[in-house]
Structures are given as structure tokens and as C-alpha cells.
């Protein structure tokens, strides 16, 4: 028998084939040169042609347990050899022990859960299970907001990427609490009244939900006045609207908390996960609800599934995921290092002119860039860039940092496995790459 050699494609034919032969999201494809990625380990990664970076954003938020943990790559390679996939209709022992096992972590008396294949359809479902055990046809989101690429979810949606997809109707989006860098973060008070009067102006019979961000994510890590989530709720209560708490980004200890309702122990009727279910290791995501939402389905059919529905791999990834938080107690090293991140955050504010603001809740954080400390003119227009911004994120892949670099923000969100020394290094890049906004700031 004789074995063909297959040679390894270079960094470039990696990066080019991919380009041609696949659809890049979120791009004009023109131009496009991706790197080509060969290896992680920890809060590292290396391209094929052998550099390493620092992730500060752990990916797209969502690699919690760092890279390369063994607890959930055996998970999964042991579930391959006994079952690798059964029909949803189908009951297997690790869709058993993760649903008793989000039951015991998730908040108050969430118990059950639907199972998809990411926060995009978790969302998806949340906002039909809440119409149709409301049967009314609003929702409610806020501006400031991301909950997915697909039909309601992207509907839902309140930052531009929804304007290019508006095709289906029944959102209203509110304002949120934070109204930029300019004008800051209003009362808990203030926002609630605004919410308020929306929801008499829409008619509460007719909103079956309210879904939001307990904590924004890519639209600045935007977190909001004490008090505000717990108005949020009792308005909810009080109109009989289901409060969806999207936690497909702050889910699984990223906030230093399990979940960011936890901070102000806040249970929502719908809770939506994915991201750091697995740590990203293969694609999973889960609507919660609480009992009183789920009973709905014990004598009426529950119009939606999905083929990979409760896929016994990324059941057995799950598992394997909340194992290596517990043991390593990763939601409690968000938490601590949480505090280093911050002081590094204050460190940068005092330093550097161009830093307007920091914000950070563990290890969710983000830098919001100024061109004019007195008049808080962000260094790039929303929905915008500038030459400035565009310097700064090539310094940061120059000098081996990756995170997300996205308006005049600058995330620093690295996986809950990272060490101070970890951190020290990532925030020394940073310092340095902020010179380039100083120099905007005097000018």
C-alpha cells in the first residue's frame, strides 16, 4: 500500500484559497487577506508562519476556557467513539447531565432548556417561544444592541448592522441607558421612564417581550445604572411582557458572575446562552425559561426544531467546559483578575489623553477612544473609523495583540484562564499602541 504525502499549504495559500473558495461575514471580499492560523494554546495563538499573539478578546468573546483544555477536547473525542450523532427525538445521557446541570447553575428557578446551534437561533427562539405563549406580536430591544445575523434575532438587533436586513416587522427598539461618551450613562430613574413611556405608547398588550443585554457587548461593554435591571423586571412584571436577558456574550463567567443577572440578582423569564457554553470548542447554544413559560409547552407543540438539536457532541462539549470553570474556578478568576484588568484600564486613563473612558466588569472591558478630552470627541464616528483607529489596530497585530478594535473602542476581553502576568503583557502592548492616539489629541 503506499501513502501519499500530502504537502502543507503555505500561510498564503491558506489565506488565498479561503478567500476564493469561501464567503468571509461582515466583508467585502476584495482585498481580503486573513491570517492563517495553525495552532493555541492558553490565552495564545500562532499563524502558520510561526507568530504568536496575545488574544484580548478571546476571539469573538466567546473562547472562556482558553485554548487547547484537555478536559474539553477529551469530552468530545470520547463522545465520538460511543455517539456521535442520534435524532433529537432521542434522549442520550449527556443532553440528560447538561440539562440538570444548567438547571443547578442557571438563575432563580430556570429549569429547562431548548437546545440550538448558537446565540443567533437562541435568540431566534426565545422570541417565538415568547410570542407564542404571549400571543401578542411586539418585541421590545434596545439601540445599543446585538443579538444576531438571522430574521427576528437580526431584527431585534439595534446597532447599524441591522440596516442593511430590515425584512420583518413587530420591534421596537428604546433607547439604552448610555447614550455615548458625550453624554454618558442617564439615572436608572431617567432610563426607566423613558422605557415606560414607550411601552404606554406601544400598547403593553400588544409587547409580548423585552429582550436585551443585561451588560452590551460589542457595542462598547456598556454597563448599566444600579437599579436598572430590577426596574427593567418589575415593568415587565407589571405589563405581563417576558424579559429575554441575551447572555450569549456575558454567560458562563465572563463578568466575574456565572451570569450577568447574577449582579443584581435579576431572573428573567428567558435567558439565552451560547459562546462560552463550550468555550467555543464546537457550536452550541440554549434558550433557558422558567416554569412558568415552559408549562405553556405541556399541552401545546412547540413549533420549532433543529437536526443538530441537542447534538450529543456539543452536549458532551458543554460538560466538559463547565468542568474546567469549576476546577480551575474560572468564574472566580474573572472575578480577581477582573480587579487587575481594571486598575491597568485606570493606569491607561491617566496616561494617555486619548482614553476618554474605561469600562469593565471582569474580564468584559473596553476602552473608549477621544480625540478631545474637554469636548469628548470620539477619535472615530459611530458607525465610522479614522486613520487614527486604523493605526492602532495594526500596531496591535504589529506588536502581537489581537482583540477587537470596532468604532473608537478598544475591547479587553481575554479568556478566564488568563494570569496577571498574562495581563501585564497585553496592557504593556496596549500602552504603547495609544501613543498614536495622543498624537491625535495634540494635534
Known sequence: MVT?????????????????????????????????????????????????????????????????????????????????????????????????????????????????????????????????????????????????????????????????????????????????????????????????????????????????????????????????????RELCDRFGILLICDEVMTGFGRTGRWFAVDHWNVVPDLITLAKGLTSSYVPLGAVGMRPKVAAYFDDHVFYGGLTYNSHPLLCAAALGAIQAYEEDDMVGNARRMGAVLQRHHEKLQERHPCVGATRSIGLFGALELVRDRRTLEPLAPFNGTSPEMKAIGQALLDAGLYTFVRWNTIMTNPPLCITEAELDEGFEILDTALEIGDQAVGS
Not at 4 to 25: G, N, Q
Not at 103 to 117: H, M, N, R, S, Y
Request: some cysteine.
Open 4 to 232: 501519499e504525502t500530502v504537502k502543507a499549504l503555505s500561510a498564503e495559500e491558506i489565506s488565498d484559497l479561503c478567500v476564493r473558495h469561501t464567503l468571509y461575514d461582515w466583508s467585502a471580499q476584495a482585498g481580503l487577506k486573513p491570517m492563517a492560523i495553525a495552532s493555541a494554546q492558553g490565552v495564545h495563538f500562532h499563524t502558520v508562519d510561526g507568530r504568536r499573539f496575545i488574544d484580548f478578546n478571546s476571539q469573538l468573546m466567546c473562547v472562556n476556557a482558553g485554548y487547547g483544555d484537555r478536559r474539553i477536547i477529551d469530552a468530545i473525542k470520547r463522545q465520538a467513539e460511543e455517539l456521535a450523532y442520534i435524532s433529537p427525538f432521542m434522549a442520550t445521557e449527556p443532553r440528560a447531565r447538561l440539562g440538570r446541570k444548567l438547571a443547578e447553575l442557571l438563575p432563580g428557578d430556570i429549569d429547562k432548556v431548548l437546545f440550538t446551534l448558537g446565540g443567533a437561533d437562541a435568540n431566534e427562539n426565545a422570541i417565538k417561544i415568547a410570542r407564542t405563549v404571549t400571543g401578542r406580536p411586539k418585541i421590545l430591544a434596545r439601540y445599543r444592541s446585538y443579538h444576531g445575523s438571522m430574521g427576528s434575532a437580526m431584527q431585534a438587533t439595534g446597532d447599524p448592522r441591522r440596516w442593511p436586513n430590515e425584512f420583518s416587522t413587530g420591534v421596537v427598539h428604546v433607547l439604552d441607558p448610555y447614550h455615548g461618551i458625550q453624554r454618558g450613562t442617564d439615572s436608572a430613574e431617567f432610563a426607566l421612564a423613558q422605557l415606560e413611556e414607550t411601552i404606554q405608547l406601544e400598547g403593553p398588550q400588544t409587547i409580548a417581550a423585552f429582550i436585551l443585554e443585561p451588560i452590551t457587548g460589542t457595542n462598547g461593554i456598556l454597563i448599566p445604572p444600579d437599579g436598572y435591571l430590577q426596574g427593567v
